[in-house]
C-alpha cells in the first residue's frame, strides 16, 4: 500500500494528481441510513476552493463534487461512497520547466529518489489538491458526528507575527474572513502582513487549530491507538504540517505537575475538570472535556524570489518558480485539518462500540430484524 | 483490535499490566537470518530500568527478558519473536486505595469510562511498564537498522527551565548521566532542579530529542503514510508526551519561505541541502538529510502535593499519592522515543521495497533457490 | 470497512452498483515504472463483458475503462490508479418490482437484514458487475507477473454434466469459445445442455479452475497468511462460489500418506516433486510446482419458474423474476477467478520480499541514488 | 508481518515452535467485562492434546495454560489477554535426523526456501502445536459467542472410508470419541480403519465440519470480507486442509438452480427458509439459517514407510521418519476448526456493529457515563 488509505471501520481512500483528469476518494465504511447529497460536501469543497481572495492562488478550480456510488434514493446504503471532482484548470504549460530541477522545499527531489521519475505537473500526488479526497470524506464524517452531538471546528490561530486574541473569537468570522481567523482584527492585521510578503516576492507560515465539542468520555485506545496519537498521524498527514500540539502542547515541558493536572471535580452531578491543560485526552483516551490540537505549517516553499537549487544532472542551478501559489498555506489547510479531525475521532467512536461486553449483548438483544 | 500492535511489516503486539504476572512483546515479521541473543535486548532494557538514580522510583525491578520463540541456534526463523519480562516487585498494597478515586493526570477516570472499570494496580495497562515491550521489540529494530548503516539517538533535550548546550553536545554522556542529557554541565543542573522539585513535592517536565542518521532518500509515503506522519504517531503514542516536531517544527509558524527553505546543493557528487530546516523529510519521504524529532513530555503527574480530585461514588475529595513515583519521565521515556523511532522507520523501509518496479524485478531474479 | 479492500501492499479498493453512475476500483501500492495503458485492462475486460453469446445476458455494455490517476506518460507512477467503467445501460424499471420481495438465493434479504434497506436495482453492490473493478485491477497484477515469469491461467472445468476432457486441454479455446472451456468438444456439449436448460426456464452450476505456472518456492506465510488460504479466501468472495480446492482437494480426505505425499527429486540440478498432489503449496508456502486451485459456482439464482418467497411485509408469495440473466455464471467468472489469483499471489510477492535479511541488505546496498 | 494476527477488531497472534520454551497466543480487543478463567480455555485444550487414545502420537503433554495478562478480579479488562502454554516433552534428539533432508509432505523445503534456513524440530513453526494458540483464543470467542446465544460445534465427517450416518448424530459422541465423531457406530468402524493404517504404516485422511446455531442474519460484508470467504481462509489456515465447502460446497456444480435456491417462508411471523442449500450464507452476509462449513484434510504426512526425497546437498535419498505421529489429523483438529470459525464469527459480529447509522445513535445515546 501507498499509504493513501485512512482509517480503520470509516476508511477513505484518496486518489488523484494536481494536474490528472480528476481527482477523488472512496468511502469505505460509512453506515447505511445517512443522509447524503453533493450539497453536504460541495461546501466543504467551497472552503479550500482556491481563488476566492488577493491573498490566495489565482487558479479557478470550480471543484464540483460528483457522488458516483453508495447513495440510493437521498441514503448511504453502506456500500463504498465514491466521490469525484474533475480537474478543469490544468495549465501544465507552467510547469514543463520544473521536470527538470527540483524545487527547494517540495517533494520533487524525495519522489525521484523513492519512485524513479514523477509526475511533475503542479507537484502531482504531493499537490494540495490531493486534499480533495481528504475534505469531501471528511464532509461526510462531519455529518455523522453532528448527528451524534459532537461538533469539530478548525481555525487559523495565527500567520506570520499576528496571532488572534482569543478574548475577540467570533465563530462566524472562520467562514467570512480569507485567513479563516476567528478575529476579524487580526485578520485585517494578517491580511496586510501578506500583502506585504507578496511584494517581497517571499510567503509566510502560521499556526491553526482545532477543537472538538461534545465528544464523550472513553474514545481512543490506550497504547499504540491512542486518540492523540491517530490525531497527530492525522495531522501531520497534511502538507506542510511540522508539528502538533494536544492541549497544552510544548509548554507542558516547562510546567510543574502541580500546575499541569487537571483536577477533577463534580458539576451537575457529572465529573469534570477544573481546567483542560491535557486538552480533553488522558492516557490516549477522551476525557469529555473538549479537544484541543494545535499544528505548525510552514510557509509557502514556492517563492517566487531566485533560489538556489539542483538540476537532474546534478548541477547546481539558480531557479526563479512560475505559476499560482498562495503567500501562506494555513487558510485553506484549516478545512483540512477540521476533516482529517473529523475522521479521525469518527473512526475512534466505531471501534469503541466494541469495548464492553454488555453494550455488545445489548446492541445484538435489540438488533432488528427486517 | 485494542490497538496493541504496531507496524505494517516488522509488527509489533505489546502486552501486560504494571503489577500483573509479566509484560511482553511478539514481534511478527522479522527477517529471518538475524544474529539475536537476550543481551541485545537487556541492553536497551536496561536503560529504561527504575531505580537507578536519585531522581528515578526507587522501585527495583530486573526487568529480566526472556526470548521464548522465533530464535534458533543464535538466528531469528522468520517465526514470531515472543519476549517476555516478569513482573518481580509488586507491591500492589500501594495501590489498593487508589481503586477508589480518580488520579489527576491519570488515566483512571478514562479507563473506566471506556471499560467500566479498571486495573487500578500501579496504572494496570497504561502504566509506564507497558513500554518494556516497545523497547525491547526496539532494540531488534535498531540491530537490523544498525546493519543497514542507519543509527538511531534519542537524548533528553530539556528539563524543567535547564536545556542542554549543543555547543557542548557529547554523545557519551547519555547514557553515563541519570538524566540522559549529552551535556554533563546540564544535567548537573538539571539534577538539582530536579531534587528541589522532589523537595516541594512536585514534578517536572521536559522535552527530548531524537535523530536517525544514515537514512537513505526515498522512505515514507506521500500521503497518509508519510515519514513524519508516522513518526508523530508512534511518538505521541508514549504516555505523556503532549507535542511532536520535526526538523524546526513550531517555529516554521513564524518563518518566512525564504528562510525555511532549505537549498539542494551538490556534494562530492551527491545531492545534498544546504541546511536542514525540514528535519530530513519533504512531502513525507526522507530526503537523505539527519532526521530530526522532538516531544515534549508532560511532568510526572503522580505528585505528592495534596490535589483535588472526584471519587467512584462521584463525591469531590482531596488525595495524598503514594507510591514510588520519578519526579521527571524523561529520562526514562527517551529510550522509548529512541526504540519508536526505529520501529518506524525500520518498517517504512522494509515497505519501500515494493515502490518501484525494477528492484524488484532484479530481486527476484537474484533470488536464491535453496 | 464495508470489505471493499483487498491486498495489503498492492491494495485494492472496488465501489460502484450494477445501476449506478460507475463502477471503478483504486490501485493503491502498485510499484512506480509499470508501462500501462487502458488497453492492457481493456482487454480483460471485455472477457466478462455481457451479451457475447447466446449463452449470456442480453444486456448489452461496453464497459470501457478510463484511467483516471496514477499513471504519468505512459508509465505508473507509484501513486494510486484510479480506474472507472460508466454504466451505460441500466434498465431499472425491469428491478422496481423486485423492490418489495426477497429473491430466493440473491443477497436481497440478507442486505435488507444488515443495512435496513437496499439499492435493489439489479442487485446494486452485490450484482456480478461489482467484480468489473476486480477484474480492472487484476489486468495490471497480471502484467507485472508476466514481467516477473509468472503466468496465471483460469478456464472452465465443468458446467452442469459436461466437464472438459485433459487429455484435450487446448488453451486456446478458453478465449475461444462461449464456455471459456479449453476443449472445443465439451463446450459444444456444455452449450447445448445450457441452451436445453434455458427453455426450460432453468440455470447450471459448473466448476472453474486456475493454474499458476512459474511461480518460485518461498510465497506465502506460514500461520493465518497461507498462500492457500489467501487463496480460498479470494476466490470464495467471488459471488457464487461454494467450494474451493487446492490441489487433489476434497479428494485427500480418501486417500491414504502413501498415495496423497509428493516425493522430492532432483531434476537439472533442482528441486522438483514427482507428483503435484499438494498443488503447489506447502505449508502455506510455494513449493516451486505449478499452482492449481479448483471453485465450484452455484447456478444462476435468477431462473425465470416461479419460485415461492416471502415480500417485505412478511407475506409469502410467488415470483417470477424478470431481467436479463445468464444460464451459468461460470464462464464470464472464470476471468474474475484468474484476476483473484493474480492480485493474491503478487501481494504475497511483494510481502515475501522482507522475509529474509541479506536480500534486504542487497536491495539497500544496490539502491540507486538519483 | 509474517501473517500471525488474524482479525480485525477481536485480533490474536499466536507465538512459538514445536520443541521452543513455549507457545502461546496474545489476545487483542476482547471486549471487557467477560468473566475468564483458565478452566475456560484448559477445557478446549484438552480437546486438541496428543496422547489420548491409541490413534494418537504417544508425545505426552499436559498443555497447562496461563493467563499472564488482560484478566482482573476474573474479568476481561480490554487489555491485552497474554496465554502461554510451555512445552514440556521436547525430545528434539527425534528430529536433529531430519534437518538434513526435506520430508514429503512437510513445509521443510518451502520454509528453507523462503527463510534460507528453518528450526527442524517437530516442525518448528509449522507444527500442529502451533494451533495450541488458535485453540486458546477460540475458546474465548467461544464464550463469548455462547453470551450472545450462538453456539459453534465441530466434529469429525469422515475418516477414511468411513463417514457418519447424520440419522445417528448424537453430539455427546463428539468428545466422547477418540475419532470427534458424532456416531459411535462409525467411529468404532474408523479405529479399525485407522489401526489397520497403522499396521501399514500409512496414514488416512477424513473430512470434518462445523456448524454455527443462532447466528442472526445480516453478519459478514458483500465484497471481499464476505462471511464465507472469511472462514475459507481461517479454515483453509489450518494445517492439511485442502478444500472448504460451504452449505452445498462442491455439489453445486451439477445442480440447478430450481434445485439449488432456497425458497424464503414464514414461520411464526419470522423469515425463515424452507431449505439451506446456501449454508446460511447469501452474498457473504449471514441469512439467519444454520452456518455449515466442510473441510477435507490430507492424511498425516509423516508415515513409517520408506520414501524418496531429497536432502540439502541436492542429493535423491530414501527416509524413514521416525518420531511420534498421528495415522490420522481430523480427530485433534476438530477443535482447532471450531476454534477458527468462533474467531471469524465474532469478529464479524463485531465489524457489524457499524453497519447502520441508527444503532449508533443508540448505542452512543445509551452510553453509561461512569
Not at 491580511?191 to 472538538?212: F, P, Y
Not at 493536572?261 to 458539576?267: K, L
Request: net charge negative; glycine share 10%; charged share 20%.
Amino acid at each position: 500500500m501507498a499509504g493513501s488509505t485512512f482509517g480503520t471501520i470509516f476508511q477513505v481512500t484518496t486518489w488523484g494528481e494536481s494536474h490528472g483528469k480528476a481527482l477523488g476518494v472512496v468511502i469505505d465504511g460509512c453506515p447505511a441510513g445517512l443522509t447524503l447529497s453533493e450539497a453536504d460536501i460541495q461546501q466543504y469543497l467551497d472552503r479550500r476552493k482556491p481563488g476566492t481572495s488577493s491573498i490566495s492562488t489565482p487558479r479557478r478550480e470550480d471543484d464540483t463534487v460528483e457522488i458516483l456510488s453508495g447513495v440510493f434514493e437521498g441514503l448511504t446504503t453502506g456500500a463504498p461512497i465514491s466521490l469525484m471532482v474533475r480537474n478543469t484548470s490544468q495549465r501544465s504549460a507552467d510547469y514543463s520547466e520544473i521536470a527538470g530541477y527540483y524545487r527547494p522545499g517540495h517533494a520533487d527531489y524525495t519522489f525521484d529518489a523513492k519512485y524513479g521519475f514523477r509526475d511533475y505537473r503542479g507537484g502531482g500526488r504531493s499537490s494540495g489538491r490531493e486534499t480533495i479526497g481528504r475534505v469531501a470524506a471528511g464532509a461526510v464524517a462531519a455529518k455523522i458526528l453532528k448527528q451524534l452531538g459532537i461538533s469539530v471546528c478548525a481555525y487559523t490561530r495565527s500567520i506570520g507575527p499576528v496571532e488572534i486574541d482569543m478574548a475577540h473569537f467570533d465563530r462566524e468570522a472562520i467562514l467570512a474572513t480569507p485567513t479563516a481567523m476567528p478575529d476579524y482584527t487580526a485578520d485585517k492585521a494578517a491580511v496586510s502582513c501578506l500583502e506585504e510578503a507578496k511584494k517581497n516576492l517571499d510567503s509566510l507560515g502560521g499556526c491553526m487549530e482545532c477543537i472538538v465539542e461534545g465528544l464523550p468520555a472513553g474514545i481512543g485506545d490506550p497504547v499504540f491507538e491512542k486518540l492523540d496519537a491517530n490525531l497527530a498521524k492525522a495531522i501531520m498527514s497534511i502538507g506542510a504540517v511540522k508539528a502538533v500540539e494536544i492541549g497544552e502542547g510544548c509548554t507542558v515541558s516547562l510546567r510543574k505537575g502541580s500546575q499541569n493536572n487537571d483536577a477533577f471535580r463534580m458539576a451537575d452531578g457529572q465529573i469534570t475538570k477544573a481546567t483542560n491543560h491535557a486538552g480533553g485526552i488522558l492516557g490516549g483516551i477522551s476525557d469529555g472535556g473538549i479537544l484541543r490540537i494545535r499544528a505548525h505549517v510552514k510557509p509557502t516553499p514556492s517563492i517566487f524570489l531566485t533560489q538556489q537549487t539542483v538540476n537532474k544532472n546534478g548541477e547546481e542551478t539558480d531557479v526563479n518558480i512560475k505559476g499560482r501559489h498562495d503567500p501562506v498555506i494555513v487558510p485553506r489547510a484549516v478545512v483540512v485539518m477540521e476533516c482529517m479531525t473529523a475522521l479521525t475521532v469518527l473512526d475512534a467512536m466505531l471501534l469503541n462500540m466494541s469495548a464492553r461486553l454488555d453494550p455488545i449483548k445489548a446492541f445484538y438483544a435489540a438488533a432488528e430484524t427486517v
